[in-house]
């Protein structure tokens, strides 16, 4: 089991199961989302149990995204592709540990000009 929580919580959640190997996205949408690059995992949606589940604001940030918050501090949670079976939660909001590790690096076309990526990892331009 894996437990998580946003900032002030009053949004927490636990996960089922191991985590999948998280990604980082370095999108302009998940900067701009999280205030720097996004790391998170995917999980089944039945595997996730959300408290404070009214707690929870969305952006819909495309036709096929919306993105979780929590609507009193704001901290980004989720990542939800909608009609999916599966919803991404960000690395930052769970307790640690995760048993886990980046494995790879995506829309690193769209990176920060701010920062490298020097980890070794796989990297996908888009």
């Given at each position: ?12 959640f ?34 996730l ?9 969305w952006?819909?940030?495309s ?42 690096h ?21």
């Open positions: 089991m894996h437990r998580g929580s946003c900032l002030c919580g009053a949004v927490r636990e996960v089922a199961g191991d985590l999948t190997p998280p990604t980082a996205c370095h999108c302009t949408k998940c900067r701009k989302h999280t205030g720097h690059y996004e790391a998170g995992t995917d999980v089944l949606k039945a595997d149990v959300v408290f404070g589940e009214e707690k929870v604001g952006y819909q940030s036709e096929k995204v919306r993105r979780g918050f929590c609507t009193l501090c704001g901290s980004s949670l989720f990542f939800d592709p909608i009609h999916h079976k599966r919803i991404g939660i960000y690395m930052g909001a769970f307790d640690t540990p995760t048993n886990t590790h980046l494995a790879m995506i829309f690193v076309a769209d990176k920060g000009d701010y920062y490298d990526i020097a980890d070794g990892l796989p990297q996908n331009q888009q």
